[in-house]
């Protein structure tokens, strides 16, 4: 039942914006209630998805959300894995994924001017044919949206060498709550005139502005790719593996650690035998002039090492890099499975990894582990049986919480690249004191008083 | 003279401080009342300067600058050349350059931990012997302070490759203004958990916090360096070959520009004869496992060009280097100088630089120009004689504003890395709206309440 607050809103909605702009559709809006997060709590049904294609739509919406206080939770595909634009009381959905132009590329300034809804893939093929590229390429590039890339300030295979979203955006139009529109950041790689306005909207999940235009950094396609896979004995070899490569000063573009229980997973689900062959495994991609000789020294270090490197040449890693980046190896989908997302410093890998084993293995866990092992970031991935003994979901949650907890004491954070929308909120004070909070929430009154943005969530 | 005011808040300062701390030596005050930039106005001398060795000292002078409302101006070395840290009105100097240890170094997790004071070469020195180097290189790295570094988001000769200081710094603790102690940030490359305060910090300026303790990201020290030197006869074919390097993918450590104007002050001082043997200069260091064959690739490039490139081997590329580094080539000090700091789009160089000079010819006013051409930032340098003509500082500033206007109109930035302090104060409503500086007032508001951290800089 909609109050009639909210049908006036919708009445005024109508009479500003193309009515095909405006959908009540029962599908189309349980499709926008939620994104991939897997939340025990069901969403609510939004008011109304509302598809604006230009910017002065945009606006418009925020100037009546704020007229009548209905809150606006702002989304791309709807990707994110951590609840960021689940529907959790009164709310319009704002989809920008209409807003889907490429405006400019500028090669020889190696930008891109781009609107919210444009997929990350499309970005890197329309910049390809410049020998381009856009670097921040998140799991999901090939259906995310640059805005919801730029709303969680996503992260992604090749960061550790080319950097997160953040160091890829230069400037963003952003329409704010009571629908003014601002220009912050500058169209060049160096700029410091005024605060940090454009790093601070970025990763900011949709509560303190919806971004209507980005100007992004481009970066030349490198010269050269070369992909390798090194199978350990175990675990501690693999990590040990890492700081060999890092003491080399090698900067893969893609450093994976796979461990043994997703091994096991890929070889059910692509009938390798991986598994048989090591204990744990690092996909290497090396890119650019180096990439030749980097390959040389890593082959040479590991040489003596009973290390199993793929063969020269061979497309075995780059199979393997494609199989990882499309899969984390759920397969069972009738066991309940939670994804973890913390970072932690590097030297701390092994000790996590076990210690976490531990508890898993007392709460009859099940436990995998992919890790953006470059940059420390972790994605172990927990599952149990829903018929295995008792309290199958306290057990799931006790371990999601320790695996938060320690990568805390190991002074790292709880969300290397995913953001903290909803699932995660909980979490930030174990990892904030009160005044840094108190901090965030004073800078989000101060651009949404009415709190109408995307309220709830992040902070 | 002093206020009873100012009085009663040093008698306080002096009985929570030991007194070797507090320094109202007329030499000391002098020296901390300005740093490099070149003001018109004389800075006024300050209260006193304090010189804190301990976080709580900081806080402590913190807490009785806002009990009785004296502004602080937090400084490191005074190399900024913005004003940042001039002294316009009353305010108390707290010289942080005695909080100069590095707490620690990780080499595993590639991190150090600094005190703000920590002069930039003496980390690079203390990490180079873990292979670790970091990055952003001021010009003024063997003087100035990481944190003034911090405070001013410098940048270098080679963040171009590895990023301005902002990408290095992943945590920071702030003394507020009211004596609170907050830390921002992680301890990992990544990290997305709440709003980027760390950012927001970075390049403030003193506006909004005093930063006592810094986790920065350290690099490996790159495996090979190669220095090369190409001589075009223009400056249009320097910027070509600009656009020639990177369509190659090559991305340089270091790629300067430097004019023929240039080129013959840098043979007066060093007895070089560059002038006579182009019209514009690019000095390159390549480094890491890629420099070889990209030094390779750019011989072969430019080998039909018209362009002489440095012998093979030899050190002469190297010696510019040095010599750009540390020269702007500033020899005859009777002449009124500013230096500027633009960046625009890297496609507007030529343009740029032929208006300007076009301008320079007009009001007889001498232009140089060296450049960190890999990300646009500009830095002309223009001078009149004190005798030559009517009005020369009149001229002289027609001709800044023009670079400043000309670089804005191409959708370029005011100031690329020096930061705005007090000299570019006035040209901020020329690049920012109405409501995007409002908001930043706004965000300084909130953390500086009565308005004592560094008022009327940077914003």
Partial sequence: MMSIKQMSFLEKLRSVLPSELIVQDELVLSE????????AVEP????????????????????LATEFSIPVISRGAGTGVSGGVHVIGQAVILNLSKMNRIIEIRPDDEIA???PGVINQELNIAAAKYGLMYAPDPASYKMSTLGGNIATNAGGLRCAKYGVTRESVLSLDVVLADGRLIRVGKNTFKGV????????????????????????????????????????????????????IAKATIQPA??????????????????????????????????????????????????????????EGSSEATQLIEMRRTSRGDTKDDAYRTGEDVAIPKSKM??????????????RVQMRLISHVGDGNLHPTFSVEPND???????????????????????????????VGLIKKDWLPW???????????DIKSLLDPSGILNPGKAI
């Fill in 32 to 39: 926008n209630s939620r994104d991939f997060g897997q939340l």
């Fill in 44 to 63: 609510l049904q939004p008011i109304a998805v509302v598809f604006p294609t230009q910017v002065q739509q945009v606006q418009q919406v925020m100037r």
């Fill in 113 to 115: 001017v781009v609107e």
């Fill in 193 to 244: 005139a005024g605060y940090d306005l454009t790093a601070l909207f970025t990763g900011s999940e949709g509560t303190l502005g919806i971004v209507v235009r980005a100007v992004l950094r481009l970066r030349y396609l490198p010269v050269d790719e070369r992909d390798l896979s090194l199978l350990f004995p175990t675990l501690e070899d693999a990590v040990h593996g890492v700081q060999i």
């Fill in 254 to 311: 893609i450093l994976e650690l796979i461990d043994h229980a997703t091994m096991q997973v890929l070889d059910e689900q692509y009938s390798t035998s991986l598994a048989d062959a090591g204990g744990a495994m690092l996909l290497i991609r090396l890119d650019g002039y180096g990439a030749m000789r980097e390959e040389e020294v890593i082959r040479y270090s590991f040489a003596n090492h009973n290390v199993v490197v793929s063969v």
């Fill in 350 to 363: 092994v000790e996590y990894v076990r210690r976490l084993q531990k508890v898993a293995k007392q709460e």
């Fill in 389 to 419: 003994g008792s309290d199958p979901l306290d057990r799931l949650n006790r371990v999601v919480e320790t695996s938060v907890r320690l990568a805390l004491e190991m002074g790292g954070t709880i969300t290397g690249e995913h953001g």
């Fill in 431 to 441: 990892e904030q004191s009160t005044e840094v909070l108190q901090i965030q929430k």
